[in-house]
């Protein structure tokens, strides 16, 4: 493990004093000035580096430990800093998009936006492993008919294997982050439980539908055709998830 990092701490002036102490941090660490192995300062420093108090410095290393940027050990002076990981990028952006208190149409909208444009670059540029790996999603979710949580992994799969195939990291990234999200997750297990048993095979009827006309697209490497399959299937997703929210 490296020595304590000489990496000069300015005080914190704006916004909530933690979130600017996280900002901070993070930052070096994104910018390489902080590298993984290197000891933070200790508490007591840092509460006179920034101008803050104990409480807040603590309350920023605990997101920060959360985001995986570091990690805590108890009874040692100072915080360690970790590798950057896609699993952790993946925390780091939840939490920024959390405490940004984006409106629920807002994080729709972006998540439509993005999805239509992986599924489209999934039609150009999907692999036959791609392809196979869909079918096979797409089985064990026709299996999986009635059971809404599992059903509900199912379509998680399904959107994460379209965003994967477009070769692009960074939209598997950025949907994991809003499909982690709780709001999305829990809605759909909602509306698949939701109302008579009719209009709930309807509901996995509908899903299905649209995800087999996603994959279609995508495998006939029609990308117009791909993108609008996948825009018209969230936008009937976000009124029911919408639906659930104004309804409390």
Do not use: W
């Not at 809003?178 to 309807?202: P, S, Y």
């Amino acid at each position: 493990m490296r020595n304590t990092t000489n990496v000069p701490l300015k005080p914190v002036e704006t916004k909530r004093a933690s979130e600017g102490i996280c900002d901070q941090i993070r930052q070096l660490i994104l910018d390489g000035r902080i590298q993984p192995g290197e000891r933070l300062p200790s508490e007591r420093k840092m509460m006179e580096m920034m101008h803050r108090s104990r409480p807040t410095v603590r309350e920023a290393m605990r997101v920060l430990e959360q985001e995986g940027y570091i990690k805590i050990y108890p009874g040692s002076s100072g915080a360690v800093v970790q590798e950057v990981t896609l699993d952790n990028a993946v925390q780091s952006l939840e939490s920024i998009v959390e405490r940004s208190h984006l409106g629920t149409e807002q994080i729709l909208e972006f998540r439509r936006m993005t999805e239509s444009t992986s599924a489209e670059l999934a039609a150009r540029r999907r692999t036959t492993e791609d392809l196979k790996r869909m079918e096979e999603i797409l089985d064990k979710a026709h299996k999986a008919v009635g059971e809404a949580e599992l059903f509900g992994r199912f379509d998680v799969q399904f959107h994460l294997a379209v965003a994967e195939a477009s070769q692009n990291p960074l939209f598997s990234i950025m949907l994991q982050v809003f499909r982690n999200m709780d709001m999305i997750g829990r809605a759909l297990t909602e509306v698949l439980h939701a109302g008579e048993k009719e209009e709930q095979e309807h509901c996995y009827e509908r899903i299905l539908k649209a995800h087999h006309g996603i994959y279609q697209a995508v495998r006939e490497g029609q990308p117009e055709r791909a993108g609008e399959e996948m825009k018209h299937h969230l936008m009937d997703a976000e009124q029911d998830i919408l639906k659930k929210y104004r309804q409390g």
